[in-house]
């Protein structure tokens, strides 16, 4: 009898073991799947690609355990950790490459360039971190970094209100803009914004998205043009509702019905917004093959989607070249807002243009940090001899 119940004992400890191991090797493969199913397809791989730092890290640890113990399971891990080998190098770089001195970079005639959600620069005060002085302290940052492009996300200028942008970055050489969304009836610019010093030679929107989501401009560089996208992707729109029951995990509560509810509404808005993401950058995609666009292209802003994802594979897979994966270092988090922080925020390149280095800066004056990369236009392309 004892014996019967020691074997029953035993296979519930070896279930216990076993389940937890299980789902995060199944978590792995469909963060791999993430990057390679339609979110209108599938959605589930989307939410496992959210997870996949840790993931990969508890599966490396299972790995090592079973190695050591010279079990045949960890032969399932490491295949499942090398299936997930391309997105693991695009979360974590040691490779680096520091911004050098701005007289070093000018004088080999790089260009410079910064990607920035500004958050409206806190003209509603709802950072609440240093009222009034935000945008003041964003515009000194900007010339102390002295970019060549600047590409705004969330831009904000009313100056009837005494709130303006962008005669402070005239006086600082930014000559030449892109024109933001002017909010009917209300007087102000609201959207995504890029401002040069570089001649622009056309810009707008791409077609049926907003300036709001996407801007772009073809910029006279020397002899060489680049079209610069500057993009705000559809956020999960998470209200102050969502908000509180996130929070509310940390104290769970015993009513299961709250729990149903508020993780129902979020994985509905995160499940419409991943789908929305993809129409968009398609759009983008197809606006950036035309016939008379250079085919040097950069493509920065707030794409709202970390690597692990479908619309980030996506542009890969579009020929685009992450300048994080290229010159970044360390994990390159960039949105600091209530949820886990992810990298969110990008600078790609496509073209004859080499990434020389890449910096995500750690400044406190939005829910997003700063992007800053140093670009070098190679020779041109056979088709622009």
């Known amino acids: 009898m004892k ?4 074997k029953s004992g035993n296979h519930i400890l070896k279930l216990l073991v076993f389940l937890p191991a299980a789902l995060v090797g199944v978590g792995l493969i469909l963060s791999f799947l993430a990057c390679h199913l339609k979110p209108a397809t599938f959605f589930v791989p989307s939410l496992f690609g959210l997870a996949f730092p840790v993931l990969f890290l ?9 190695l050591c113990l010279l079990r045949k399971r960890s032969l ?7 299936l997930n080998w391309n997105n693991f190098q695009n979360i974590v770089q040691f490779k680096g490459e520091r911004e050098p001195s701005t007289r070093e970079w000018k004088k080999e005639g790089r260009i410079k360039l910064m990607s920035y959600n500004v958050q409206m620069f806190d003209f509603y005060q709802i950072a609440d971190k240093r009222p009034g002085k935000i945008k003041d302290e964003i515009m000194a940052f900007v010339n102390q970094q002295e970019p060549d492009i600047l590409c705004f996300q969330e831009y904000y200028e009313s100056k009837g209100k005494g709130f303006d942008i962008t005669s402070v970055l005239r006086r600082a050489g930014y000559l030449y803009s892109t024109n933001p969304e002017l909010s009917s009836g209300r007087g102000f610019l609201y959207g995504n914004r890029i401002y040069s010093k570089y001649p622009i030679l056309r810009e707008g929107s791409v077609p049926d998205l907003s300036r709001f989501d996407a801007v772009y401009a073809d910029l006279k560089i020397g002899k060489d043009t680049l079209r610069v996208y500057n993009l705000h992707l559809q956020s999960n729109r998470f209200d102050r509702t969502d908000q509180e029951f996130f929070s509310s995990l940390a104290s769970p509560v015993a009513d299961a019905e709250h729990y149903k509810q508020g993780a129902s509404r979020m994985l509905q808005k995160m499940k419409e917004a991943t789908r929305q993401r993809f129409y968009q950058i398609q759009q983008v995609m197809l606006s950036s093959e035309g016939d008379r666009v250079p085919s040097r292209q950069i493509l920065c802003g707030d794409l709202n989607d970390q690597p692990v994802s479908y619309v980030y594979a996506y542009l890969k897979r579009k020929g685009f070249l992450d300048a994080f994966v290229e010159k970044g270092q360390g994990l390159g988090q960039t949105y600091e807002g209530l949820y886990p922080s992810y990298r969110i925020d990008y600078i790609l390149s496509k073209g004859d243009v080499a990434v020389q280095s890449f910096d995500t800066w750690k400044a406190d004056y939005s829910d997003h940090r700063p992007l800053s990369a140093i670009l070098q236009l190679s020779a041109p392309s056979a088709e622009e001899k």
């Open 3 to 6: 014996s019967k119940k020691k």
């Open 58 to 66: 508890v599966g490396t640890i299972l790995f090592l355990f079973n």
């Open 76 to 82: 399932f891990f490491l295949a499942c950790l090398l």
